[in-house]
């Protein structure tokens, strides 16, 4: 049920995780499908087949939750087939649990992506909550401990893809996400972001009265993490340590010198922190803050091209070039290749969507819910200019 290319480690990793104990029998048995085949993906990119290093000559591929275009998100399955896929990076979101646990997970509430409202156990567990200046009500993640977020399983968000692996692959911790990079047989980064630190730290306590970004820093330590980018430690061990909240990215400064990239969403959103809108803190005047404490930015795609009315790209913005000029990379997200969320200029063809980000807007990493696809698109495209 494995390929050839993961370590013994990682395959146990997998089978521990994804068919270890389960609230459904029926669930346990169910078998997943297997990884694509050896060799390896980064087969005809210029790098070998061994043990290498991390490739830093093209622009980076983010598997995006892992792959979770094939997966349920952030679970051992996800990141094991971005890995077998030819991922760069895989990325997480951190959240916490009620015991301070950190557990790789997007939403702070469990319903759209997990079987919770199915345990009628935890029925009186949902409630409302402020998240990010918004009302939300749900089962929110910071009410339950790590022991009883395992007895739940995961799905699939949208309801357009696969459905066959619901119900299999339980919540993974953060330390858990980590070791499947470890125990890879090549170099792979990993992308976490600091998810809601604001929520977080008003509703978790731990008892060394430390907050969640300390902990955050403090596990990326424990597993050897650290390392200014490009240096060889961050060669040996690559990390984006990633936040919407920038005063979270400059709390962490202090604590390690890792990469850290600030994401951007939506012009009109305002940040947990700072109450500022997007729009004010991408500034050239607010990246020449902030470039003293990051690498980069990650924006959200729209906020770099802007869609029009009927579903076409408007002019670009001036951001990738604000950021360029400031020495700042440039990570977009997300890449998600279905029709649904292809722009009519790209003739539903996600190769000229990658082609037209890569090529012409000129950025220096995608994150994407299918890392295959972008694999094979750089594959190709190194081939063609190889033959020029």
Known sequence: MVSLGMTVAAAALLLALVLGSTSNGAAAAR?????????????????????????TSRPYNIAHRGSN????????????????????FIEADVAATKDGHLVCFHDMTLDDTTDVAAHPEFAG??????????????????????AELKTLRTKQRWEFRDKSHDGVSPIITFDEFISIALNAKRVVGIYPEMKSPVFINQHVKWADGKKYEDKFIGTLKKHGYGGKYMSPAWKAK???????????????????????VFLIDDVTVRTEDTNQSYDEITSGQYLDYMKEYVVGIGPWKDTVVPPTKDNRLAAPTDLVAVAHARGLQVHPYTYRNEN????FNFRQDPYAEYDYWLNVIGVDGLFTDFPASLRRFQQWTAKNRSRV
């Not at 060799?39 to 210029?46: E, N, Q």
């Not at 567990?125 to 790590?146: C, S």
């Not at 990390?239 to 909240?245: E, P, V």
């Not at 649904?340 to 722009?343: E, I, M, Y």
Request: hydrophobic letters at 45%; charged letters at 20%; glycine letters at 8%.
């Open 31 to 55: 078998p997943m499908a297997a990884p694509g085949p050896a060799p390896g993906p980064w087969a005809g990119l210029g790098m070998e087949a061994e043990k290498q290093l991390l490739q």
């Open 69 to 88: 275009g094939e997966f349920p998100e952030e679970t051992a399955a996800a990141y094991l087939r971005a890995v077998d896929e030819g991922a760069d």
């Open 125 to 146: 567990r949902r409630r409302t909550l402020e998240v990010q200046w918004a009302n939300v009500t749900g089962f929110f993640i910071t009410d339950f401990t790590l």
């Open 238 to 260: 690559p990390l984006f340590i990633q936040s919407f909240a920038p005063t979270s990215l400059i709390y962490a400064a202090e604590l390690t010198d890792s990469p850290k």
């Open 340 to 343: 649904k969320f292809l722009r």
